[in-house]
């Protein structure tokens, strides 16, 4: 298995620009996790889907930033301006019914 | 809101000692995992505990969750420059179902 695959793993972007982050989850698991790593807040949960569906979406800062997940192999994240205060670490995460999270390698989003 | 504390949030230790690092809770948790992040990379999912007093090991790591089911302890033995990293524990509770909040935290840093 070839784990959580995210893309691209760097992404540096001028302000106001949109940003795509993508993510493959691990083939079987049914939950898929989207959080955002920085020194100052940690590890922050954005957005969860349970079977592809959003089932908590509180995390998500403000309206610039959307979520997806079209099927059961695929999410995206969208940042639409971006602003450099969305610098930070992106990171997707899946699992089966009631184990750990299998984390993807990030995205590491820098915006100018 | 739940909300889970790591102490210490820095821990140096030289090479061959001990060392616990703590995660409490003000609510009563279902399930407590541990994830450790080597520097630059993802956090890895180590355990899970789920019975209240449980107690796991892993080579020279050992997990307790607390009686009372608001607390858990890592505790590693005779640590190696590989245990350098950042340990991290993520809380549910019942109505929380499949979403885990994480700690801040404990970085640790192993000194030859």
């Known amino acids: 298995d070839a784990g959580v695959i995210q893309s691209p793993r760097h992404e540096v972007t001028e302000m106001g620009q949109e940003v795509t982050l993508r993510c493959k989850p691990i083939?079987?698991?049914?939950?898929l996790f989207w959080y955002r790593q920085t020194m100052m807040r940690g590890l922050e949960l954005l957005i969860y889907f349970n079977n592809n569906v959003p089932i908590d979406d509180s995390g998500m800062p403000e309206d610039r930033f959307s979520a997806k997940m079209p099927n059961a192999s695929f999410s995206t994240l969208k940042i639409q301006p971006s602003e450099p205060r969305d610098s930070a670490v992106y990171f997707c995460a899946s699992t089966g019914l009631n184990y750990g999270y299998t984390f993807g390698s990030g995205t590491r989003l820098t915006v100018v | 809101g739940q909300q889970v504390m790591q102490i210490p949030q820095y821990q140096h230790v030289q090479e061959g000692e001990d060392f616990t690092t703590y995660c409490n809770s003000s609510t009563t948790l279902s399930n407590i995992q541990w994830y450790k992040q080597r520097p630059g990379g993802h956090p890895v999912f180590l355990i899970q505990?789920?019975?209240?007093?449980e107690v796991k090991k892993q080579k020279r790591l050992t997990f307790q969750f607390g009686e009372a089911k608001k607390n858990s302890s890592l505790h590693i033995t005779a640590t190696q420059t590989t245990d350098v990293g950042t340990y991290f524990c993520?809380?549910?509770?019942?109505?929380?179902?499949?979403?885990?909040?994480f700690g801040a935290g404990t970085q640790v840093v192993v000194t030859p």
């Open positions: 505990l789920v019975k209240s007093g």
């Open positions: 993520a809380a549910s509770t019942t109505d929380s179902w499949g979403k885990f909040q």
């Open positions: 083939s079987g698991h049914n939950s």
